[in-house]
């Protein structure tokens, strides 16, 4: 078998990094191995219009059925990467088959970290791939009682999509306040009073103590607070961890060989642009050309219909200026350190991202030529 560039995983950072390598006029082979039976698509509708059931597996595709063929990009779907020998350049799959490479891309993105004791309960999920979309999409009922452990991003999407469509909500987060590490303290209230606004239970500085079950469902939470809250279903959203455990490696370490490239959620990265940037950096630095600057943190979000784009890092920020009203849903919030911008959000506002954009990069370019 020819060798060429293999990607292991097949998600975003997957198949941004294919298109620019055959953009970039790479003509050798291209494998890409999947474990899902589906083609490259899109994760974040998962939790929004794909969860809503307003879009269908089609619309969520990355690329229309019959690229891959056109452009020469094999796909291995089905199966999944379970080892690597780096040195020998060889990457085996659970199939038994061993795929030789030039080049590897490590994309294999994340899992979703897991909370003990929930194993085998039926009716506890998790929400990575669109096989537990559809499943958590059938149980999102009206009237149905859904807790959700963990109020980050997913957390507070789904939170919304479903009390949308009638179910009863509880968001249950074990910190004062939700998203730390995205957003500034006081839009971290403001997003938990939208939330309340749509009657979502929001349940801060709250832990799960214990988890009640029987005949393989989840019965009931018991909480920090005292309360036992009883449950219909349970979406486990706790944070995700890098899906690299078949590499039996660092694949930091690993990627300091040339041959070897990490891009996506693999990375530790969990945003969308940051997995299509690193996707076309693993194809730059195959096709020969110069590392491309890291690209500023940003991600968004859709909550009760408002569209919330942030930038940047706001910890440890000392000040927030707002222009617009917030309780009015269309606002945007800059958050100073030391009177310098180090994060924005941009809350129905999407025209005013290229702005924040600018203002946060114009700030930081002066700081990396200097360095
Ligand atoms: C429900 C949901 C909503 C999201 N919403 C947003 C949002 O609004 N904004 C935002 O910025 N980001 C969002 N994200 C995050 C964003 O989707 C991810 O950062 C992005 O998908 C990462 O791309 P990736 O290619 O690294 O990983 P993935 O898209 O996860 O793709 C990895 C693929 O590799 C496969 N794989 C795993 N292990 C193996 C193996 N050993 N062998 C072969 N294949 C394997 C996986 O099954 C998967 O198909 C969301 C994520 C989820 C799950």
Known sequence: MTSGVVI??????????????????????????????????????????????????AE??????GWHAEQGVELLLGDRASGLDPDRRLLLLASGATLPFEHLVIATGGRARELPGAAGLANVHRLR?????????????????????????????????????GVRVT????????????????????????????????????????????????EALHLSDGSRLEVDALLVAIGVVPATGWVGADVHQLARAPHIHVAGDASGANHWEAAVHQGRAAAGAILGGAAPAPALTSWWSDVHGVRLQGLGDPVGS???????????????????????PVAALAAGRPRELPRLRKLLTDVHEPAKEAA
């Open 8 to 57: 292991a995983g097949g998600g975003l950072a997957a198949q941004r990094c294919a298109e620019a390598l055959r953009r970039g006029g790479w003509e050798g082979p291209l494998r890409i191995v999947g474990e899902e039976a589906m083609a490259p698509y899109d994760r974040p509708p998962l939790s929004k219009g794909f969860l809503s059931g307003d879009l269908d597996p």
């Open 60 to 65: 969520i595709a990355l690329r229309p059925a």
């Open 171 to 218: 968001l249950i987060e074990a910190e004062p306040l939700p998203l730390a590490r995205a957003l500034h303290p006081r839009l971290a209230s403001w997003l938990v009073d939208l939330q309340r606004a749509h009657g979502v239970d929001v349940r801060l500085g709250t832990r799960l103590e214990r988890l009640e079950s029987g005949d393989s469902r989840l």
């Open 318 to 340: 000392d000040a927030l200026v707002v222009d617009g009203d917030p309780r009015g849903r269309s606002f945007t919030a800059v958050a100073l350190r030391r009177g310098s």
């Open 129 to 165: 791939s669109i096989d537990d979309a559809a499943r958590l999409r059938a149980a999102l009922l009206p009237g149905a009682r859904l807790a959700v452990l963990g109020a980050g991003l997913i957390g507070q999407e789904v939170a919304a999509t479903a009390s949308a469509r």
